[in-house]
T-cell receptor, first 110, second 113 residues
Framework: DVKVTQSSRYLVKRTGEKVFLECVQD?????MFWYRQDPGLGLRLIYF???????EKGDIPEGYSVSREKKERFSLILESASTNQTSMYLC?????????FGPGTRLTVT | KQEVTQIPAALSVPEGENLVLNCSFT??????LQWFRQDPGKGLTSLLL?????REQTSGRLNASLDKSSGRSTLYIAASQPGDSATYLC????????????FGKGTLLTVNP
């Protein structure tokens, strides 16, 4: 079975803090994705990566950056967290067809 | 720009009923369509994936169909159970090398015992 893990299920941070969300997959997938999910807005793509050190902006990249130094790990970085970044963050990976999701990180910025 | 709509937004049925969830998309140039299940506060679980050349896929009590030309997909759940209660999302992947998915906002299904 494909396994996608995320470093935290729940996270509380203060405004202005630098926040790292980590995602690891164990299936040697080339592609990895970061989404955020908000009530009424659904899932929106923040960034994705199609290879190590390669990345592409999604629909809502503002305020975020990413890092992919190793194939299995994809990090989402909030350089200076703001309250409007309070959300559920979901990581996914895929080889070619299906996307497989992690359990999500509920981030609250106070 | 691709838009994905799921109707209804919420559905409540008694246990044992067969039901259909609907998904429509505006651009028929898709590579595939994927149905997911999401339990409250959890991640997404992939249920079925239909390639653009396929008409349907089945897994247990679930059957998903795809009519690409009309921009529609349905997820049929037979003999529903309380454990089927969840939000069901459909997502389409654009044709070509772009791996990005466009999601609908989901249908919240409640199966009452």
């Amino acid at each position: 079975d494909v396994k996608v893990t995320q470093s935290s299920r729940y996270l509380v941070k203060r405004t202005g803090e630098k926040v790292f969300l980590e995602c690891v997959q164990d299936m040697d997938h080339e592609n990895m994705f970061w989404y955020r999910q908000d009530p009424g807005l659904g899932l929106r793509l923040i960034y994705f990566s199609y290879d190590v050190k390669m990345k592409e902006k999604g629909d809502i990249p503002e305020g975020y950056s990413v890092s992919r130094e190793k194939k299995e790990r994809f990090s989402l970085i909030l350089e200076s967290a703001s309250t409007n970044q309070t959300s559920m963050y979901l990581c996914a990976s895929s080889a070619f067809y299906e996307q497989y999701f992690g359990p999500g990180t509920r981030l609250t910025v106070t | 720009k691709q838009e994905v709509t799921q109707i209804p937004a919420a559905l409540s049925v008694p246990e044992g009923e067969n039901l259909v969830l609907n998904c429509s998309f505006t651009d028929s140039a898709i590579y595939n369509l994927q149905w997911f299940r999401q339990d409250p506060g959890k991640g997404l679980t992939s249920l079925l994936l239909i390639q653009s050349s396929q008409r349907e896929q089945t897994s247990g009590r679930l059957n998903a169909s795809l009519d690409k030309s009309s921009g529609r997909s349905t997820l049929y759940i037979a003999a529903s159970q309380p454990g089927d209660s969840a939000t069901y999302l459909c997502a389409v992947r654009r044709g070509g090398s772009n791996y990005k998915l466009t999601f609908g906002k989901g249908t919240l299904l409640t199966v009452n015992p």
